[in-house]
């Protein structure tokens, strides 16, 4: 009797062999979303530079945009390793800065700041709008899912011996 065939459209899963876990490998688009966690972390590190400029000092404002760049880098790591909910971590991240630099633009166009700065806030958009974009998307979040296979220990196979 022939073996039966498969009528879905989609290709069948591949199931492991035996006593072998399935390797993921990293998502191509691990690096973009590496490149814009970054950048936001460094439009914060600016920020935060702005403030710090007309009256140099370690005040809270200041510190609070050093934790935010850390908190970018951090989701940014824990994305490239491919950590459970390391998506999460970096989405939350670029979140607050781009809910300020929107009340930034809102602020400026309505009390009739100078175009200059709103130009200024929406080029400084783009780092947290393509981090937030990138992060979210379905094969990041599943390279950051939490029963993401995990590679098996290396084991030296011992010569010469049976069994």
């Not at 370690?58 to 951090?74: E, G, Q, S």
């Not at 994305?79 to 633009?105: D, E, K, M, N, T």
């Amino acid at each position: 009797m022939p073996p039966a065939r498969r009528r879905s459209p989609r290709a069948a899963p591949v199931l492991p062999q035996a006593g072998r876990t399935a390797v993921r490998q990293r998502p191509d688009l691990a690096p973009f979303v590496v490149l814009f966690a970054v950048l936001v972390a460094a439009e914060d590190l600016y920020v935060g530079w702005l403030l710090w400029e007309p009256d140099p000092g370690l005040y809270w404002y200041v510190l609070v945009a050093a934790a935010l760049a850390a908190w970018a880098l951090t989701g940014a790591a824990l994305v490239w390793q491919g950590r459970a909910r390391g998506w999460v971590v970096l989405a939350l991240a670029s979140s607050v800065p781009l809910a300020f630099l929107l009340l930034l633009l809102l602020r400026s166009g309505s009390l009739g700041g100078t175009s200059q700065v709103v130009w200024w806030t929406l080029a400084m958009l783009v780092g947290p709008v393509g981090c937030l974009a990138l992060a979210t998307h379905r094969t990041v979040r599943e390279w950051t899912a939490l029963r993401r296979a995990k590679l098996p220990p290396v084991r030296a196979r011992r010569s010469g011996r049976a069994g």
